[in-house]
């Protein structure tokens, strides 16, 4: 694969091109950041003096993060389009799952989770969707854990992932910030974007860690984020997320 997309880009002479020199070095200094979604959600779970529910949307291989996660239930939702076998709980939508939680479908589940990590469609509207569904089935103290929400070049936000001839390659992090933004205005909520694996979103009721944004763009255009990206989103260091959870 590597060298096909090196001869792609020589053929077409794009190896000395200024887009993709930026975003293939900022792929790689997003990959050799510190911590990583596990680490946030475990941090996040090891602060609660009870035994904790956890819930993942959009697990694809265990392996990468479920696996990993410390708590004393966890359930995985995944339709199973990306693997060859399906090893999620839940083998069908984050819509399908919700909407089963709210009829009373789905038997032994906790009433409530206290972290949902959201890693599903990186589509604004489809993120958007888990996460009004999500706070329906938050603990009051629990928190919705975000990945992708700090796309670092606009190749990185494209819409659709199959366009993987860009500078961003294959990494996709979608339209996923978006739907952070719009959540991040909500005046009910606490929110904080931590700066490693592609941008780690939390929300929370409770948790003061991060006022509302007070935004007037409706649009949410990629170059907003780009020109105000610490305060968009509320940028944070994984070191600063360590130091204010230990408090």
């Known amino acids: 694969m590597i060298k096909y997309l090196k001869d792609f880009k020589k053929s077409l002479g794009l190896a000395k091109d200024v887009f993709f020199i930026q975003g293939e070095e900022k792929s790689k200094e997003e990959i050799r950041k510190s911590g990583c979604r596990t680490d946030v ?5 090891s602060g609660f ?3 904790t529910h956890y819930l993942e949307v959009g697990v694809r291989d265990p392996r990468d993060n479920f696996l990993k996660i410390e708590s004393k239930t966890k359930y995985s939702v995944d339709p199973g389009l990306e693997m060859e076998e399906n090893l999620a709980d839940f083998k069908c939508t984050s819509d399908e799952f919700f909407e089963g939680m709210n009829q009373g479908q789905w038997q032994n589940l906790p009433a409530k989770f206290d972290v949902i990590f959201i890693d599903g469609l990186h589509t604004a509207e489809q993120v958007d969707r888990d996460i009004a569904n999500a ?6 103290d ?3 854990v975000l990945h992708d929400c700090n796309p670092p070049t606009q190749w990185h936000a494209r819409e659709e992932f199959g366009f993987q001839r860009s500078p961003a390659g294959a990494h996709w992090n979608g339209t996923t910030w978006k739907a952070f933004v719009k959540w991040r ?4 909520l606490f929110s904080f974007c931590v700066d490693t694996d ?3 979103g939390v929300l929370s009721k409770h948790s003061q860690m991060g006022k509302v944004l007070e935004l007037e763009n409706e649009f949410y255009e990629y170059q907003l984020l780009e020109t105000r990206r610490q305060e968009v989103l509320n940028l944070i260091s994984f070191e600063e997320f360590i130091q204010q959870t230990a408090i």
């Open 41 to 45: 959600i475990n941090k996040l779970l």
């Open 49 to 51: 003096d009870r035994p």
């Open 135 to 140: 706070l329906e089935v938050l603990s009051e």
């Open 142 to 144: 629990g928190f919705v």
């Open 185 to 188: 205005k909500n005046k009910t």
């Open 198 to 200: 592609w941008g780690v």
